[in-house]
């Protein structure tokens, strides 16, 4: 199993988001250069995270995006099924009445390993993202 490069690719334009609009929307533009992605894929990644609430667009010549969440109450499973949906591991655990219900031995699995995984994306919020991220890409501070 692999989540979809929309997943990733927008979870990282919204982390993008986060950290560059603060003060001021950042492009599309801007987000795709840094990201690596495409312009017109970044565009039509940012559509559901539109529609869904999570960031908010803005027109004209100082136009962009900007959080329309406070990244410290968004979490990533929010994130993720903003972009894609309900997040499953497996079909059939989308379905009250399935065909093999209830003697399917494997469905405990795969309910156990689809709750782990939303139990670990809701407990990571994109502000614990966010700080990761700066992280990574502050200078490192020596002292003498």
Do not use: H
Not at 121 to 134: C, G, I, N, V
């Amino acid at each position: 199993m692999k989540l979809s490069t929309k997943i990733r690719y927008g979870l990282r334009a919204i982390l993008q988001i986060s950290i560059d609009g603060e003060s001021e929307p950042i492009m599309a533009r801007a987000i795709a250069d840094k990201q690596g992605v495409s312009e017109a894929y970044i565009d039509q990644l940012l559509i559901p995270l539109r529609t869904n609430g999570l960031i908010r667009s803005f027109r004209g010549r100082r136009g962009g995006y900007q959080m329309a969440v406070d990244p410290r109450k968004l979490t990533v499973l929010e994130i993720v099924e903003a972009l894609d949906g309900k997040l499953t591991i497996i079909d059939c655990l989308e379905k009250e009445n399935c065909d093999r219900l209830p003697g399917c031995a494997a469905r405990t699995v795969w309910e156990e390993a689809n709750n782990s995984l939303r139990k670990t994306l809701a407990s990571t919020t994109l502000e614990d993202l966010r700080q990761k991220e700066m992280e990574n890409i502050r200078p490192p501070d020596f002292v003498i």
